[in-house]
């Protein structure tokens, strides 16, 4: 179920008005070149150009708001939480705990308020060596990209569907093969992007591995 979750979870596509108005365009234009046959093709070609321009627009940003910080590398002002996914043995955890917790005191005594002590004293720790404690340290906390391969997924199955249905009715309407060739062209390109998600994925981990190692 929570796999079934991840693949078709609308939540995690970012700017979707993005991905929509793309395939509107998409959709538009064709139903014109179809229907009006024009001349001049120069307006055609821009505006298939606008949706394809807007859906690698779109393919950068969802990537980008999927990237978050690792919670090692934002400021934290709880002791407890910083030392509890620090890959240690509960006694060094309780001995860091207490250490922290008397530095914190410490700096408090010279001016400085809890919170401001507290952040200090574990920025303090937020060295290479601590880092290597850590369950997870990478830089960036990467999205699995999951509902890429789901929504491609849905994709491929409204083409059946349809294909099935228009062979059936044999209707050859013009909607019918606007809506397969976006299913085609969005359900092919959602699966590619995966692909390349995955790629950008990989290099971002051997930069930042790189730079932690």
């Known amino acids: 179920m929570h796999l079934f979750r991840k693949a ?4 995690d596509i970012k700017y979707s008005w993005m991905l929509i108005l793309s395939i509107l365009i998409c959709g538009a234009f064709f139903y014109a070149d179809r229907m009006d046959q024009p001349d001049d093709r120069l307006w055609l070609s821009v505006g298939y150009g606008a949706s394809f321009g807007l859906a690698i627009l779109w393919s950068v940003m969802n990537y980008i ?4 910080i690792n919670a ?3 400021k934290q002002n709880d002791i407890g939480a910083y030392v509890e996914q ?3 043995s509960d006694e060094d955890k309780l001995e860091l705990r207490n250490y922290l917790e008397d530095y914190t005191e410490d ?4 001016g400085k308020s809890r919170e401001q002590a507290t952040a200090e004293a574990i920025s303090q720790f937020k060295v290479k060596e ?6 997870n340290t990478s830089l960036f906390q990467l999205h699995a990209h999951c509902y890429l391969f789901g929504w491609a997924a849905v994709a491929c199955a409204a083409l059946v569907l349809l294909v099935v249905l228009d062979g059936a009715l ?3 309407a013009v909607l019918v093969l606007i809506l397969e060739t976006i299913f085609i062209v969005y359900g092919a390109s959602l699966f590619l992007l995966f692909l390349v998600y995955k790629l950008l994925d990989a290099w971002i981990h051997q930069k930042m591995y790189g730079n932690l190692s």
């Open 72 to 74: 090692m590398y934002r």
């Open 65 to 68: 708001g999927h990237i978050r």
């Open 170 to 172: 044999g209707s050859n």
């Open 130 to 135: 601590l880092l290597s404690l850590s369950k």
């Open 86 to 88: 620090l890959a240690m």
């Open 8 to 11: 078709f979870s609308l939540g």
């Open 107 to 110: 700096l408090m005594t010279r």
